[in-house]
């Protein structure tokens, strides 16, 4: 409990992931593994069922602390939460016990108290006060209330575990996704180096793409090179073991769930085959939780575009000529349906290559990719010129922790101003530092830490693409957005969201 | 007759035709202590206990006519006697009690009952009125000792020292930072920083004989000597400075009494919050107006609603003291 208590108290104010991460770990590294299997489940916001309703707390609370009940309400106006009052102000009386163990109230007292009629636990819950030191009181309340919250990013907890249980992330992010119940053991087989899902779960490591601009390959012979069309969607690796078909997600480090549809189209792969490449549409079947409604997989058309063939049948193919791997995915996959190889661009010569790049966009391609064909493969990628639109600054947040502001900008929408993309800048130097002085004589209002200022100046926003964005005001957002350079236009002409809007992308490409 | 009543300029007594923490100038300001919001500049004479008199000079400036006076020892103002009675907020803070006829009334300035090694204990003086302030008046405010404080001060450093962060606690330059240099003192905490802000105050109480931890100056821009691991005291507002940023990679924390509640510990904007206060707790307040004995208590500072209706509650004729608008 105490771990737990020490965790709550260093996550409360803290802002810096990197220093987030360091308090879970050393939370971890304090406890037992039961105790660090229930914080786990606690952090993953799996939050035991309300066993008190906080109303029936008030009377018993209030005498407890020696308070009128008008008293006691307006403590709880104050401080917006029973479970705190009731900490703060309970008189403890002597024979604390002191530590008991998280496990122990999760396993034992939490149902015993559950087993009890409704009415008596409140009494029960006051008992508690005895029993435990005062520092836990506020915690064990909240579990009872049903208003514990104690909030970890997904990628924080599992860099925190990767550092305590030295486990490879894929492993984790998979032996998370299975049916489990907080225990001793469970904590003990999710740090298992051995084990049978390890080599299920194995993810070649791979290389990315060098982004270049096309005129850097001109001295290099074009019949040397296949090019193709980059596809829209996220890096993924969809992984054929044991006669199943799994897919992670590269950026996310998760793991994704195979709809119907691709994975009927993967049964045909070898089994012990990994390939490289790119998931359309794939929001639709996000996360790969078992207990989060998703659309059913026949109502979404998640494609897989393959780039590459990291193993065939057990076999690393890394090394092999491109050509080969080539030919093996044309081979084996359809050209059309859930599964297919990356469009290849049937030009010769770069006058052809050019002009291919130029309508890259417009074809609802990101860009091109370019391969060598003999050797490893070499992989270059460029991507169609980047969008430039004119964008009003908002608003902007400076973490301490970090060294550059986040900026917010918006475009017209009707009469309003509609944020559609952040992007970040370093205030401490060069235009930076005029920037943070417009930012500081022109600040309106605070909301925590990011701060509204005076919508007037605007911005020439490159970025990559449009993408829908059902969660913004603008329904839409830039992707990848970054500053290049002041406007000198009133904030009046800035561009509307309708402009941005016809740059969003049509359905499945061809 | 009201001994004391709201005045545009801050507490005024008729009978004794002098002023109380005034906000600005007048003729005669007795002071209950040296803090910012209780000394304004400007005023013709100045009366404060003799250790509160240095911290004084240093907040206004040694032109002015400051006459300190010993704790207990009564002083005629107009019709009144009035004496100056330790109230363990900081060093040389006071409450000022005021004699006319049969009357007794006495302010308490802000006071704390908790033990403090950097100034002089409260002192219960009884009385028919007591003017009491209210900064945490609410059940949810209950101290625990500075000392277990004070411990887990040092259990952060050592934490951050592991990893070679320095730690910044932000706390209030007079009587806070002392405060905490006294208790970090007694557990032996070695040597601790301070921000520029603080040196002044600290130099003060030391001259005045207050034991406290060994400290120095935090970016000695003459030493330029780089520190690692240490604890640094500072003002709230050299909060996201150039001054933070060259102490490299830092963990922040503030000390108040306000960081009691989770939702200001996480509202503050700093990693931690250590809840130690110089006001009275909820607890502390009750308690010392019972000892008073006084029949009558008037509230001031913060939200008294709650005090106030609790001591009706118990039979005493209790009020919040009416603020006088300015004119």
Known sequence: MDALVQLVRALEGLGDPARRIEALARAWRASAPACSAWMLSLLTGRRPRRLVNPEDLLPESARAAGMAPWLFEDCIRRSGDIAEVIAL????????????????????????????????????????????????????????CGTFRLAA????????????????????????????????DFWRALGDPAGGDVELTRIPETSVPMEIRLNDLAEENADNWQAFWVPRGESAQLIRRRGGTLLWRMEEQDWMICPDELEAAARNLPDRTVLLGVVEN??????????????????????????????????????????????????????AGALTPQAAIPASGWNELTMAHRQSRARGYRGLDLRRRQDGGEWFRCLADPLVFHCVLTSYRQESWSEEAELTFAVWDGRGLVPVAAAPMRLEDGDGQALAGWLNSHFRERFGPVRTVDAQLVFELACEDVRPAPRRKAGLELVHARVVARAAIPASRASRVEDLAGFLPRRSPQ | MDLVIPHPRGLYCPPGDFFIDPRRGVQTAVITHAHSDHVAPGSGGYICSSRCAPLVRQRIGARFNIRPVEYGEKFRLGGCWVSLHPAGHILGSAQVRIEWRDEVWVVSGDYKRDPDPSCEPFEVVACDVFITETTFGSPLYQWRPGEEIAREVLAWRGQARECGRNCILYCYSLGKAQRLLAELGRLDAGVVYLHGAHLAPTIAYHEMGIPMAKFQLAGDASK??????????????????????????????????????????????????????????????????????????????GDAAALVQTLREQGLQAEELAEARAV
């Open chain 1, 153 to 184: 990013a997904r990628n924080e907890l599992a860099a925190a575990l990767r550092q305590v249980l030295g486990v490879p992330a894929p492993l984790l992010a998979w032996r998370l996704m299975q049916d489990w119940t907080p225990s001793a």
């Open chain 1, 282 to 335: 794939g929001e639709a079947a996000k996360p790969a939780r078992k207990n989060t409604s998703r659309k059913p997989a026949d109502e979404t058309d998640i494609r897989f575009i393959a780039m590459d063939i990291l193993e065939w049948k057990g076999e690393d193919t890394r090394l092999s000529p491109f050509a080969d791997r080539r030919m093996q995915l044309d081979q084996s996959l359809g050209g």
């Open chain 2, 224 to 301: 330029r000597e780089l520190i690692q691991g240490e604890l640094v005291l500072a003002p709230p507002n050299a909060r996201g400075t150039k001054w933070e940023a060259s102490l490299g990679e830092c963990e922040t924390a503030f000390a108040s009494g306000w960081m009691a509640l989770a939702n200001a510990r996480r509202n503050k904007g700093y990693d931690r919050g250590f809840v130690i206060s110089d006001h009275a707790d909820w607890n502390s307040l009750l308690r010392t107006i019972r000892e008073t004995g006084a029949r009558r208590v008037i509230a001031m500072h």
């Open chain 1, 89 to 144: 102000t309970c008189r403890q009386e002597a024979g604390v016990t002191g530590e008991i163990p998280l496990e122990r109230w999760m396993e034992n007292e939490f149902p015993i108290m559950r087993a009890l009629p409704p009415g008596e636990r409140a009494s029960r819950l006051m008992e508690w006060r005895r029993r435990a030191p005062r520092e836990h009181l506020l915690i064990l309340n909240q579990l009872a």
